[in-house]
């Protein structure tokens, strides 16, 4: 317990609080931080609080089981740090917008919930963005996050469940040491959803952390609140950019699209292990791929590749050239426009296909 107290401590000094946190004195503000167009900022005033962070390191019982699945036993991964708290499938410009936020008070992290299908019986579909892909698309936040590249960890959404809003926010505060959230102005939290941002709010100042609400980034494509409509989207996300959005812009081959909410290119992982390989020709059957391509179609792509089990912001990853793929219902074939050689591959390599355009858009 020594330890723990003594690195938060560490911490507190590092990130300059201020000095009557110690003393459990509590300062309240409100901001909302909001886009109000290209290259602007808005900000309006709103429920949030932040206070003094509770030191007590010691309060988890022997054996527990810990909180995040991807840190160490000492659950010191985000100790100090400011956590976006979503479920970030896609890492879009609605998610990019949290981290942005996170970083300019702090050492950003996302706090991702994982699980959440299995758990309530949905069903099982590719991501978004490929599990060995999405530290480099997080990478590409860096610019806008003070040169910070926002690190991800994982709750198991079973795990935390049955939490009341109350102990969830405490378990933020106890368990894992951060000094804040960031967190979107509909977001639900709790047992049965039964918190929502100002309970949030509410919840951060009485623990001592530092609560941000942000807006939504609205869709711009004029055409997106009856097309959500029509999926069955909830309504808190009416107008707003979302991984269904993007899903369903994938289904819809709109690469163009896509690009657009993702704020970035859309990159199709592949494994090599069912892939047979020419000189400048890749066929890869479906089970090869990691997540979710667009419909079926011809498209133009960038081909690169990376050591699967390295994967990470500074991997080296190898640009052979660009391609021409073609989806069907069984296969993925890849074909070199130039005459960089594909071979050879190892079983351990990770192929990704950044998209051009559709041949049919």
């Known amino acids: 317990m020594g330890i723990a107290l003594h690195s938060l401590t560490a911490c507190k000094e590092l990130l300059c609080w201020d000095k ?95 699980g959440i299908d299995e758990v309530l019986g949905l069903e099982k579909r590719l991501p978004v963005v490929a599990k060995c892909d999405r530290k480099r698309a997080l990478s590409l936040w860096a610019p806008l996050c003070g040169g910070m590249v926002p690190h991800e960890y994982h709750v198991q959404f079973a795990q935390v469940r049955s ?61 997106s609140i009856s097309e959500q409509g029509n999926m069955g989207t909830d309504t808190r996300e009416k107008g707003q950019v979302s991984s269904t959005l993007i899903r369903k812009a994938l289904a819809g081959g709109n690469i163009k699209r ?6 970035r290119k859309h990159r199709l992982m592949l494994t090599t292990a069912n892939c047979a390989v020419t000189k400048n020709t890749l066929l890869a059957c479906r089970s090869s791929v990691l997540n979710q391509p ?38 993925i074939e890849v074909t070199l426009r130039e005459h960089n050689s594909l071979v050879p591959l190892n079983r351990n390599t990770c192929i990704g296909l950044e998209f051009e355009c559709s041949r049919t858009c």
């Open 294 to 331: 667009p419909k079926e179609g011809i498209y133009g792509c960038l081909i690169v590749t990376n050591d699967h089990n390295h994967v990470d912001i500074n991997c080296n990853e190898n640009v052979i050239g660009y391609g021409d793929m073609r989806i069907d219902s069984s296969q």
């Open 163 to 223: 939490l009341s809003p109350r102990q969830f926010v405490e378990s933020l505060s106890k368990e894992l040491g951060v000094t804040g959230v960031v967190a979107g102005s509909n977001y639900r939290f709790g047992y049965k959803a039964s918190g929502d941002a100002s309970d949030l709010v509410q919840l951060c100042g009485e623990f001592g952390l530092k609560a941000y609400i942000v807006d939504p980034v609205m869709d711009k494509f004029d055409g």
């Open 20 to 114: 009557q946190a110690h003393y459990n004195l509590y300062r309240k503000k409100c901001i909302r931080v909001s886009k109000k167009g290209k290259g602007s900022w808005n900000v309006t005033r709103v429920l949030s609080s932040f206070g003094a962070q509770e030191a007590d390191m010691g309060t988890k019982a022997s054996g527990k089981e810990k909180l995040l699945i991807d840190c160490g036993p000492d659950q010191q991964c985000v100790l100090g740090g400011i956590v976006a708290l979503g479920k970030f499938d896609a890492l879009h410009i609605g998610h990019r917008e949290l981290a942005i936020q996170a970083a300019k008070i702090g050492v950003p992290f996302l706090l991702s919930f994982v």
């Open 258 to 263: 896509v690009e657009e909410l993702l704020g």
